[in-house]
């Protein structure tokens, strides 16, 4: 009975292929990111002229609660105005090593509703950014926020 089930589990790897098995944990846990992956079919998308390290810094720098996060704050007459920028999104995961995160927390959505972000590099001085999510609000507003800010500290590569 052992050889049989041993045989069992070495058929399903083989005809599964090993990526979904291994998947199958990350799901439960929550921190797939399949349906990420295979949504980047409709992801927005830009390149710009950076590098990689520099232009995934320039996104966690979006993050909320960053350090360096500090509201302007103008006095007028009658009331106190906070400008400035602030964090848009909490980050889910951040894998460098794989070049892509989640964020979640998106304004105007549902908490838990999750965009990806992908970073590739097409060429030695370009970076490509690819926004995707199964909620094409959370996706748009995501990608607004990081090309805007992204404009502002790089130029775009035709």
Do not use: H
Request: net charge negative; glycine share 6%.
């Amino acid at each position: 009975m052992d050889k049989k089930l041993k045989c069992v589990v070495l058929v399903c790897l083989v005809s599964c292929g090993c990526a979904r098995v291994l998947d199958a944990p990350r799901v439960i846990w929550g921190s797939s990111t399949r349906a990420l992956e295979e949504a980047r079919a409709d992801a927005l998308a830009k390149t710009y002229r950076c590098s990689l390290n520099d232009c995934y810094d320039a996104v966690l720098s979006l993050k909320r609660g960053q350090e360096n996060e500090k509201p302007l704050v103008t006095e007028t007459e009658d009331f106190i105005v906070q400008t400035g920028r602030t964090g848009i999104f909490d980050v889910f995961m951040d894998d460098r090593k794989n070049q892509r995160m989640v964020v979640m927390g998106i304004p105007g959505n549902v908490d838990t509703t999750e965009v990806g972000i992908f970073f590739s590099q097409p060429t030695l001085t370009t970076v490509k950014i690819e926004v995707s999510s199964l909620s094409s609000s959370a996706k748009r507003t995501v990608a607004e926020k990081i090309f805007e800010e992204l404009d502002l500290r790089f130029s775009v590569a035709e």
